[in-house]
């Protein structure tokens, strides 16, 4: 791709620093054998790296100068068949923090140049093995916070969303260069009755473009997990909850109403979906200002939540409080948790299902029952019970939710101008516009500046 340059070599360390079994030192690119050689002393006398045969393991020590620094194997894989498509040397040391900087250092002071966050998946995208999806997806699988999250990444990493992305891109392509040749050439091609066979194809990649936009909450929530607001009067034991729900104390329980005056958040991981929960201070009408904000606060979170958990204690009765936080629910997907199961209970889970219309679950923070029900109507209520990722596509990343609503606009811009009988050089405007607008997200259409700023996100070594 114009405007990068990948004749040099480089190299880091592709493990976390942190005491470990093994660190493993990366090396990419056209001399990666020749530095590696630099460095490398085999046990064999004379073997060099750069004559051996491709993706084979070999045992010796690294060295610098006299100096031997550590007992390692290195594997030699020669380009394309390797993760970035060029030369690659991979140097398996001992896990000490010092022994892999000092591996670092020597390939370094060997001649190969300090790699910048994530330009080895960079150059497997440059160099063809993988599109900018499937990058992408590099990085998510790395930072995937539940198993949901993990498979998508990983579904996305064999390509689901390309796939899906070239065959709307083929459909358009193909009407594009139909018009422009009839343009060119009107003698020997009629775009007699065109128009209204392309307002067809249109209409069939806009419901396909759809399709995928459908996906986008619900990937969002599987990637970066359910914003999950936990709502209730003071003392419903909503703090209770989340303990409970965390597996320590997380927030303080007292019997003192109002204890929890901030909002406390806490990333979790139930039945593979992640979950941001967040607890809130009890909603109630008070004079004390920082409780007040409190409260102000939890129901400025409660807007954007994905789901809202109402805790109600279920052995007082309903109140002014209780009304208000059920207007906060109309239309929103909310479960309702009978809580304090465990004493005489004056509100029947029937009343609450009337009142909100939501799914209602008897629970008991203390005697800790009622949470395999919650767990399973989350996982019922967003994902339909068990996630397939063979098939289905998810668009789990912003910046191709953004490419696709330009695409649906551009789409949607064809379709009207067909409608109003404009000229078929104004289709194929707004067919190259969605085109394009779909090639940003797989990598055919992105300038340089992009692809940096995408690939300095990713951690270095990777």
Not at 286 to 313: C, F, M, P, S, W
Request: net charge negative.
């Amino acid at each position: 791709m114009a405007g990068f340059h990948l004749d040099d070599t480089i190299a880091a360390v592709s493990t976390a620093m942190a005491p470990a079994g093994i660190g493993i030192v990366r090396i990419s690119g056209n001399d990666a054998f020749e530095v590696a050689d630099r460095v490398f002393r085999a046990k064999k006398e004379g073997k060099k790296l750069s004559a051996v045969k491709s993706h084979t393991i070999h045992y010796g020590w690294i060295t610098e100068g006299e100096e031997v620094i550590d007992e390692v194997l290195v594997m030699v894989m020669k380009g394309p068949k390797t993760y970035t498509g060029e030369n690659t040397v991979e140097i398996d040391c001992h896990g000490g923090v010092l022994a892999v900087k000092k591996v670092l250092e020597a390939v370094l002071n060997a001649g190969a140049r300090a790699a910048d966050p994530g330009e080895f998946t960079k150059r497997a995208f440059l160099n063809g093995r993988m599109d900018l999806t499937q990058a992408e997806a590099v990085m998510d699988v790395i930072s995937a916070k539940s198993a949901y999250a993990l498979k998508s990444s990983e579904s996305q990493l064999r390509g689901t969303v390309k796939k899906a992305i070239r065959a709307i891109r083929e459909k358009l392509i193909y009407e594009i260069a139909f018009i422009e040749s009839a343009l060119d050439d009107p003698e020997h091609i009629s775009l007699d009755g065109y128009p209204e066979r392309l307002a067809v194809v249109v209409a069939e990649q806009k419901k396909q473009v759809e399709k995928l936009l459908a996906s986008a909450d619900e990937g969002k929530m599987i990637q970066e997990g359910i914003k999950t607001v936990i709502l209730g009067k003071p003392n419903a034991g909503k703090s209770s909850l989340l303990n409970l729900l965390a597996g320590e104390e997380k927030a303080i329980v007292t019997d003192i109403a109002g204890t929890t005056r901030d909002v406390l958040e806490e990333n979790l991981v139930l039945k593979g979906i992640s979950l941001r929960i967040l607890d809130t201070a009890g909603i109630r009408k008070t004079a004390d200002t920082v409780e007040k904000i409190g409260v102000d606060r939890a129901l400025e979170h409660a807007k954007d939540a994905d789901l809202i958990l109402y805790v109600v204690d279920a052995s007082v009765p309903l109140d002014e409080n209780d009304a208000k936080i059920m207007e906060i629910l109309k239309g929103r997907k909310a479960i309702v948790l009978l809580n304090k199961s465990d004493l005489t209970a004056v509100i029947e889970k029937e009343e609450m299902e009337q009142k909100t219309g939501a799914p209602v679950i008897s629970i008991s923070a203390r005697e800790e029952t009622g949470m395999e029900e919650l767990e399973e109507q989350m996982k019922k209520m967003f994902f339909q019970g068990e996630i397939s990722f063979n098939d289905e596509v998810y668009i789990t990343n912003a910046r191709h939710k953004q490419a696709l609503l330009e695409a649906k606009k551009s789409l949607e811009l064809t379709a009207g101008s067909i409608e109003m009988g404009m000229p078929e050089d104004f289709f194929s405007i707004d067919l190259m516009n969605a085109y394009e607008e779909l090639g940003s997200i797989i990598g055919e259409a992105v300038g340089e500046d992009l692809v940096n700023e995408i690939f300095s996100k990713f951690c270095t070594g990777k």
